[in-house]
């Protein structure tokens, strides 16, 4: 499931990337008619035209390439952002300096601000004040060049005040997109909390039930589509030894930091690939993909020793804690309930065996 950006695949996340090339390619679009039609209109002369166009798609291949063949990847901000808008700047300028009516250069001028909203996916208001001082730059050097090479196209006193206004629309723009890039990342936090919150275990970080029994889910699926033994599914249902006594001596936050160290230490034991989550209160689910039944109990007593010979420092004196386990392997056609069911009463034998003992 998909719950926000940082969820992504590095796949989808570049897809993301055309897409919003795609919507700056429309912007430049717009901006394109605009020449188009005041190239109609006699406003401007068609080499500058034919050299903007070249310009502009450059520009877009360069960047098209650079996520196509994952060379973005490499940099800070693979989505390029800043780099986009500061670029996309001399194009726009380039032509208006040789748009021959004021009036026509202003029109283009408005079409700039649009390139600066973009930078609200990913820039912060420094970010954002950066690209103002960029296209601001940009405008004040198109007006030192016309007043240097076109001076009767200027009219100083006037552009003065276009300066002041434009960069009032900046910086408001720069202000409300810094704004919305705030709350798209606070929201993407709560949505990675949200995430934790509903597949974690808020006190020992493992996978809860309801993530378990998804894998699970998943796993019996797999499982029912093999024949080959050594391809079992199994699981091994955990439960620590007497930990009624534990709290009722030492204290709930004594058990507490118990069950997060004997997390620590099923994470440290078990294979890549196997699965381990915390079913509720002081029982835990190890689920072992394509192993034997066997070899789940050989796994199960590796875990039980491991527990056994750790010194808790939960105890005072770092004393020693056991767990007792179920094994049982998925039978095809069973559901997964029916499988912990089994494991439970094997869990159930080693409790009645003694504890510190595994069942399968
Ligand atoms: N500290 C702490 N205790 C918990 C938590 N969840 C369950 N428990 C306690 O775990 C204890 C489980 O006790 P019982 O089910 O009687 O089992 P036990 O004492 O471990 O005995 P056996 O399972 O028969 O070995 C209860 O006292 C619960 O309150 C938890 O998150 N933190």
Request: net charge negative; glycine share 8%.
């Amino acid at each position: 499931m998909v719950i926000n950006e940082e969820t992504y695949t590095v796949d989808q996340a570049q897809s993301l990337r055309l897409k919003r090339m795609v919507w700056g390619v429309g912007v430049q679009a717009c901006t394109m008619l605009i020449v188009g039609a005041l190239y109609g209109m006699g406003m401007v002369p068609g080499l500058p035209v034919m050299i903007y166009l070249g310009m502009i798609a450059a520009l877009d291949l360069v960047f098209f390439a650079l996520v196509k063949t994952g060379v973005n990847l490499r940099f800070e901000d693979p989505s390029m952002t800043a780099r986009q808008i500061t670029l996309s700047v001399f194009p726009v300028i380039y032509i208006m300096f040789h748009v021959v009516e004021p009036q026509a250069r202003m029109v283009l001028l408005l079409m700039g601000t649009s390139s600066l909203l973009f930078g609200m996916f990913r820039l912060g208001r420094c970010g954002m004040l950066l690209m103002v001082g960029c296209i601001l730059g940009g405008y004040l050097g198109l007006l030192v060049a016309l007043s240097l090479w076109a001076p009767e196209r200027v009219n100083l006193l006037l552009e003065a005040v276009v300066v002041f206004a434009y960069t009032c629309v900046l910086v408001i723009n720069a202000y409300l997109g810094s704004v919305v890039a705030s709350m798209r990342r606070r929201l993407k936090t709560q949505n990675r909390e949200l995430a934790e919150l509903a597949t974690l275990d808020p006190l020992t970080r493992l996978p809860n039930r309801r993530s378990l029994m998804a894998q699970l889910t998943r796993e019996s699926a797999r499982t029912e589509r093999r024949t080959d033994e050594q391809d079992a599914l199994c699981v091994s249902m955990l439960d620590v030894d007497n930990f009624k006594e534990v709290n009722d001596t030492w204290g709930h936050e004594a058990g507490d930091r118990i069950l997060c160290e004997i997390a620590d230490a099923l994470r440290g034991v078990v294979r890549e690939g196997d699965f381990v989550g915390r079913f509720g209160g002081e029982e835990f689910v190890i689920i072992l993909p394509e192993t034997s039944l066997d070899d789940a109990c050989a796994m199960a007593t590796r875990i039980r020793d491991t527990v056994a010979a750790r010194h808790f420092s939960g105890l005072p004196g770092g004393g020693q804690v056991t767990v007792s386990q179920g094994v049982a392997d998925h039978r095809i056609g069973e559901c997964i309930e029916d499988t912990l069911r089994r494991a439970d009463d094997r869990l159930y034998q080693a409790k009645d065996g003694g504890r510190n003992l595994v069942a399968c």
